[in-house]
Structure formats: structure tokens, C-alpha cells
């Protein structure tokens, strides 16, 4: 079976649409009608007049889009691919948090799951976080969830003293200082350009800091011709469309695995065929509970409001 041209197929029978990070495999990022970072998928979501909506990323990002669309359809090829930042977030234990720090405005990344979303003041991607945060007055104390890494770069630049929670992105916090150093050395003539959820050591090694898309625009706006890339080895597919004229070495971990680069394993979980069969099946599919959808759909709308 042409699993690409079935899945085009039924995406026109089910009237669907396919919605990919850029963390997702080359293949399934073909297929995809949009292919994006979490602020753009968000948007996208928030806008399609589709029936069905097939998920190619993560459990905290179909359940953003079912937040925004409790009438459609929300599809994720493989219900298992969570995040370890949305993991390294209970609910209960956030709202425990929260309590202890009543005057504190909760901003939240948005890799947390609705239940987190739903006890948070605000909403943030990494695309705006430094927007979102700038936006608080200025004598307004703020706790940040989950990423203590996106959190201390956030302080950083923009110099509110932020409450941050212990979490980190498994994948980006698995970049190596020491690895990055001797690779900068291999390289001199390279830019390194990171993501904020990587450790604050890799981020004092980079030239650029940004989101993914934030990264590709970078990248493809500038007259350099080389540049190491610390965040997840998926986005090198899109990179390589854009950039094509460039090399791109990816960022090395702290593990000593063959090809050194970071993949993460949940979004790894997705394959295409997974994919044919959510749209052949439309299962796995997310389900809410109604009141928590409301309430978690309200601090997604006030970072819309500020995107
Ligand atoms: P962005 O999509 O905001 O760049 O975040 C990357 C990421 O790790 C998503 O899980
Ligand atoms: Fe979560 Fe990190 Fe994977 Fe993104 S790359 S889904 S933040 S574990």
C-alpha cells in the first residue's frame, strides 16, 4: 500500500487535516498541511474549519487543539507520546504550589496537560514567553511551570524574579556543554543556535537563542553558512528545505549513542503508519472533561490575545 497516498486519500474523505510539529519524522512532515512550532500549531488549530484534526506530535499539543475545538474531532496517532516536561507537572501537586504562593500570576509553558492549563493565569510557548512575560506590571510576582530552563532564560532576558518549577525537557536538557565546546572547536566558523529549554550552560555557548521556528527563521535569514543546531535532530528535515545551501551539524548529547544527536522518543512514538490508521480509525482519540476544557481554554486565550 502507498501509505502517502492513502493518507491523502482519507485526509479528503474525512475531511481532515494533518497538523505536524517539527520534531516529527521527514515522512510524516511531508504529509502534513502544516508543519510547525507549538505557538503556530496552536494558531493553526484554533483556525481550521476541518471536521478532523490529526495530531503528529504530542499528547499536550492534541489536547491544545482539543481545548480550542471541543466540536471536532482530535486524533493523535499514538496516545502514548506524552512530554517529561508535562510529566514532571501533576496537577494536584501544581495547585498545592500554587496555594502556598496566592500572590503569585502562574504563567505556563504550554507542554503541561489541560488539568495544569486549567489551574494557570496565562499560557505561553516558548515562541512568547518573553512577551507573555513582559506583558505582567512590572510589581506583579510570577511562578513559572514546568521548565526550569525556559524559566531561568525567561528571567534572564527580560529581569523578573520568577518562581520556577523544577522541570526540564528531557531531550534539550541532554545537550552537552563540554561536547558543544569541543565541537565549537572543530568548528570554529559556526554559529550555535539553541533552544531555550536547553540547559542555561549550552544556552551561554550560543550565538542565538529561539524557538524552532524561531531557529529556521534565523537560520535562513542569515548570510552564515554554518551552524550547529541544539535542539531536537527533526527540525534539520525542515532545515534542510529552507537552508539547503548551508551545513548543519547537530548539537551533542551527553549520551555516547551512534550519531550523537537528540531525538525524542516521544515524538518518535508516531510513525506514518500509525498515522494512516488514526485516520482510518479516528482513534486514539483525546476526550476532555467539559468543565476543565472551559477552564483551561481561557488562559490559552489570553496568550492568543498577546501573540
Ligand atoms: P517549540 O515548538 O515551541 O519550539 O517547542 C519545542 C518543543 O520541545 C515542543 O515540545
Ligand atoms: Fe517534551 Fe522535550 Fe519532547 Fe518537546 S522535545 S515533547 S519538550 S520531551
Known amino acids: 500500500m502507498d501509505l502517502k497516498a492513502e493518507i491523502g486519500r482519507l485526509k479528503r474523505e474525512r475531511n481532515a487535516i494533518i497538523l505536524a510539529h517539527y520534531y516529527q519524522e521527514g515522512d510524516i512532515q511531508d504529509v502534513a498541511d502544516y508543519v510547525g512550532d507549538s505557538l503556530g500549531l496552536s494558531q493553526e488549530a484554533a483556525k481550521t474549519t476541518a471536521d478532523v484534526i490529526v495530531f503528529a506530535g504530542v499528547h499536550f499539543m492534541a489536547e491544545t487543539a482539543k481545548i480550542l475545538n471541543p466540536e471536532k474531532r482530535v486524533v493523535l496517532p499514538d496516545l502514548q507520546a506524552g512530554c517529561s516536561l508535562a510529566e514532571a507537572c501533576d496537577a494536584n501537586d501544581f495547585k498545592a504550589f500554587r496555594a502556598l504562593y496566592p500572590d503569585h500570576v502562574a504563567v505556563t509553558y504550554v507542554n503541561c496537560s489541560a488539568e495544569v492549563k486549567a489551574e494557570s493565569d496565562i499560557v505561553c510557548t516558548s515562541a512568547n514567553a518573553v512577551k507573555i512575560v513582559n506583558s505582567i506590571p512590572k510589581h506583579q510576582k510570577i511562578l513559572f511551570a514546568p521548565d526550569k530552563n525556559l524559566g531561568a532564560y525567561v528571567s534572564k532576558v527580560t529581569g523578573r524574579d520568577m518562581l520556577l518549577w523544577d522541570g526540564v525537557c528531557k531531550v534539550h536538557d541532554n545537550l552537552s556543554k563540554s561536547k558543544l565546546e569541543v565541537l565549537k572547536l572543530m568548528h570554529p566558523d559556526a554559529l550555535i543556535v539553541a533552544h531555550p529549554e536547553s540547559h542555561p550552560e549550552v544556552l551561554k555557548l550560543s550565538d542565538f537563542t529561539g524557538s524552532t521556528s524561531e531557529m529556521i527563521r534565523y537560520i535562513s535569514g ?21 537552508a539547503k545551501d548551508k551545513t548543519l551539524i547537530p548539537a551533542p548529547t551527553h549520551e555516547h549513542n551512534s550519531c550523537a544527536c537528540s531525538e525524542c522518543p516521544y515524538m518518535k512514538m508516531n510513525t506514518l503508519q500509525k498515522l494512516y490508521d488514526a485516520l482510518n480509525t479516528l482513534q486514539p482519540e483525546i476526550v476532555l472533561d467539559e468543565r476543565i476544557r472551559e477552564r483551561a481554554k481561557l488562559p490559552l486565550e489570553r496568550m492568543f490575545a498577546l501573540s
Open 222 to 242: 542569515s548570510s552564515w553558512s554554518k551552524f550547529i543546531i541544539g535542539t531536537e535532530v527533526g527540525l534539520l528535515h525542515q532545515l534542510r528545505t529552507v
